[in-house]
């Protein structure tokens, strides 16, 4: 039980699906992570909040759409997906604080296929 | 920019054997942090230990230990007593600047370890 959930845990979609995934934690943490871990690259970051408010956007294509209504929860919101962005999705958070060795927690992942 | 570099994408040990995993970095900072995490086959990323660019000294916990050598921008993982649930890839991740506000990440492309009984 690692304090982060994500689901699915697998998600087979067709391009022109429209799905979510969803990210829940329950540390009382108030910063959230969105990465993508693909065959043979290293992880990618993608989308970070702190207490809500997105602060980060690394240059990802705009069929990924993200989502926090609050410190606790983080979704992504995926439509019109192409077969490279099978991978696994991976959700994290961290305790905002002064204290720079607070690592960040990471959930199982969601393991996406794009038909 | 930054970078992670694992030079190891396999590592075949023995059981209750001492292994070290391989990690070097290149950044402009002078503050930064170096994170270990771990990911078995079932996907998650869990964290194992931190070294800080300003601790004089190896950070350890439990079984882990880092081989910080700030000169030579290498901060290699060191497992004592390989057990096999130790079997899983192993990732380095730097943290650039001052941890104020969002903490990004940079990580290496991981070293698969395997745990022989």
């Known amino acids: 039980e690692t304090g982060v959930t994500q689901t699915p845990r697998h998600l087979v979609m067709g391009m022109t699906n429209k799905k979510s995934l969803k990210c829940e934690q329950h540390?009382?943490?108030?910063?959230m992570y969105w990465y993508k871990q693909s065959a043979k690259k290293p992880l990618e970051l993608m989308f970070v909040?702190?207490?809500?408010?997105?602060?980060e956007n690394n240059s990802v294509p705009s069929r990924f759409s993200p989502e926090c209504p609050n410190s606790s929860h983080l979704f992504l919101h995926l439509h019109t997906l192409q077969p490279e962005d099978s991978a696994l999705y991976l959700c994290?958070?961290?305790?905002?604080?002064?204290?720079?060795?607070?690592?960040?927690?990471f959930g199982d992942g969601t393991r996406l296929s794009i038909l | 920019a930054q970078k992670i570099t694992q030079t190891q994408p396999g590592m075949f040990v023995q059981e209750k054997e001492a292994v070290t995993l391989d990690c070097t970095y290149d950044?402009?900072?002078?503050?930064?942090?170096l994170f270990w995490y771990k990911q078995p086959s079932s996907g998650e990323m869990i964290f194992l230990i931190y070294?800080?660019?300003?601790?004089?000294q190896n950070a350890t916990e439990g079984r882990y230990s880092l081989n910080f050598q700030k000169a030579r921008k290498s901060a290699n993982l060191v497992i004592s007593a390989s057990q096999l649930g130790d079997s899983a890839m192993y990732f380095c991740?730097?943290?650039?600047?001052?941890?104020?506000?969002?903490?990004?990440?940079?990580f290496g492309q991981g070293t698969r370890l395997t745990i022989n009984p």
């Open positions: 994290a958070s961290r305790l905002l604080d002064n204290n720079s060795n607070q690592p960040q927690h």
């Open positions: 070294q800080g660019s300003y601790d004089e």
């Open positions: 991740a730097m943290r650039e600047g001052i941890s104020q506000g969002a903490q990004k990440l940079v």
């Open positions: 909040y702190n207490f809500k408010e997105q602060t």
């Open positions: 540390l009382g943490h108030n910063a």
């Open positions: 950044t402009s900072d002078q503050s930064y942090g």
